[in-house]
């Protein structure tokens, strides 16, 4: 039988998420948690493969990862639980023979959030309108031998909870072809170029590629294919590592700021130094 898992995992706790020799990778830790229950012996001939690439530092909410096994019921008990704490599981389906999350795949959403509020929100949402439709993103991705033609479904840019967040979701993506068009759209937001800057790399008349934004930003949080995962519950250790990743994460925050506002009273310091110097 073949099934599909819907994974999410922190993109920085991997070099990427593609196997790779000699390196901790996503697919390369949840083929060997499958190999431990007895799944398959070769993640070849098991046709162990996943929706996309997402490269080293970007995290995924919904990646999906499909395998043919003899133990079906083993996957989706055990599964789950066999997975390192920093990969959960949270759904599966049973999918035909020959399913390949890759090439079956009607559409993917990424969404970027931005570490700092790049500032004109509407002059985001009218230069990331530019992307929708069917266009050469050349000057969007890291070059490759594959078509530059994508077709984009849908753009926002929002603020939310304080951040500002690009999502889009097209029917596939170039490489490092989300983060260039974020780069962009950062630009855009400071006021270092307009929506025709946009037009412009999206005609090919630009010039330069943007500077693709830092992968930490970057979370794969869809990938569609007109069926539902049946609902699966992430393991208690997965659980407890995002809730404590969760309180690194604010006293991190926290720290930041009291470091931040140190920096910024050391001038005022000199200054108060230098006038006690002067004192008779």
């Known amino acids: 039988m073949r099934c599909a898992f819907r994974i999410g995992y ?7 998420s593609q196997v790779q020799p000699d ?17 398959f012996d070769d993640p070849k001939e098991a046709g ?18 499909a395998f043919t ?57 009218r230069a990331a309108a530019l ?3 069917e266009h050469d993103f050349t000057l969007f991705s890291r070059k490759s031998e594959r078509s530059p033609i994508r077709r984009v479904l849908a753009t926002s840019v929002a603020e939310e909870e304080g ?26 937001g400071r006021g270092e170029c307009g929506a025709d800057g946009i037009a412009d790399l999206l005609t090919g008349r630009g010039g330069r590629r943007p500077a693709a934004a830092p992968p930490h930003g970057l979370i794969l949080t869809d990938v569609d294919y007109g069926f539902a995962f049946t609902p699966v ?25 009291e470091l931040h506002r140190f920096c910024l ?10 006038e006690l110097r002067h004192l008779p």
């Open 48 to 65: 162990f493969t996943s929706a996309g690439r997402t490269d080293r530092g970007v995290h995924a909410a919904a990646q999906v990862v």
């Open 163 to 188: 951040a500002c967040v690009f999502q889009v979701t097209a029917e596939s993506f170039l490489w490092n072809m989300v983060r260039c068009m974020a780069g962009a759209l950062d630009a855009v």
């Open 69 to 125: 096994t003899d133990l079906p019921g083993r996957a989706v008990a055990a599964l789950p639980h066999e997975l390192p704490k920093d990969i959960w599981c949270t759904g599966w389906a049973a999918v035909h023979d020959r399913f390949n999350p890759r090439k079956e795949a009607l559409a993917r959403t990424y969404r970027y959030y931005f570490g700092e509020h790049p500032g004109d929100l509407a002059a985001m949402n």
């Open 23 to 39: 390196v901790r990778t996503v697919e390369g830790e949840v083929a060997a948690a499958c190999r431990r229950l007895g799944l």
């Open 265 to 274: 009273d050391v001038p005022r310091e000199q200054a108060v130094d230098d």
């Open 131 to 133: 992307f929708v439709g």
């Open 233 to 257: 519950r992430p393991s208690r250790k997965a659980m407890a590592a995002l809730e404590n990743r969760g309180r690194e994460l604010r006293q991190k925050e926290g720290a930041n700021r």
């Open 10 to 16: 922190w993109g920085e706790q991997f070099f990427g």
